[in-house]
């Protein structure tokens, strides 16, 4: 059974930093693409950082050069380190994986991804 577990998250001030991690279990981890999500209130769950099945990426134009996703393979875990952050990044982070071979590209709706953590709140004051 396919489980993902995030931590990481926290309160922090606009300009801080924090690393999100998602330990997952249950599958073959390089047989799958995995990402990073956010969801704010009142808004759509959006892409944040994607890693694809080949070992390409992908980020959303808001976080580029702020956010940096990586993983280890021999921990089965994936990681978002955020910098620079800002009131704008405030919302729930969810961590998703979906079987198959994908490039980054192809991976940035929610819709492509068929397992969801329960998520881990990051939220940023000024």
């Known amino acids: 059974q396919v489980q993902l577990l995030e931590s990481g998250g926290g309160s922090v001030q606009s300009g801080g930093s924090l690393r999100l991690s998602c330990e997952a279990s249950?599958?073959?981890?390089?047989?799958?693409?995995m990402g990073w999500f956010r969801q704010a209130p009142g808004k759509e769950r959006e892409a944040v950082a994607v890693?694809?099945?080949?070992?390409?990426?992908s980020y959303a134009d808001s976080v580029k050069g702020r956010f940096t996703i990586s993983r280890d393979v021999t921990k089965k875990t994936l990681y978002l380190q955020m910098n620079s952050l800002i009131l704008e990044d405030t919302a729930m982070y969810y961590c998703?994986?979906?079987?198959?071979?994908?490039?980054?590209?192809?991976?940035?709706?929610?819709?492509?991804?068929?397992?969801w953590g329960q998520g881990t709140q990051v939220t940023v004051s000024s």
């Open positions: 890693f694809g099945s080949d070992g390409s990426t």
């Open positions: 998703a994986a979906g079987y198959g071979a994908r490039h980054a590209s192809y991976i940035l709706r929610a819709h492509n991804y068929g397992y």
């Open positions: 249950g599958f073959t981890y390089l047989s799958y693409f």
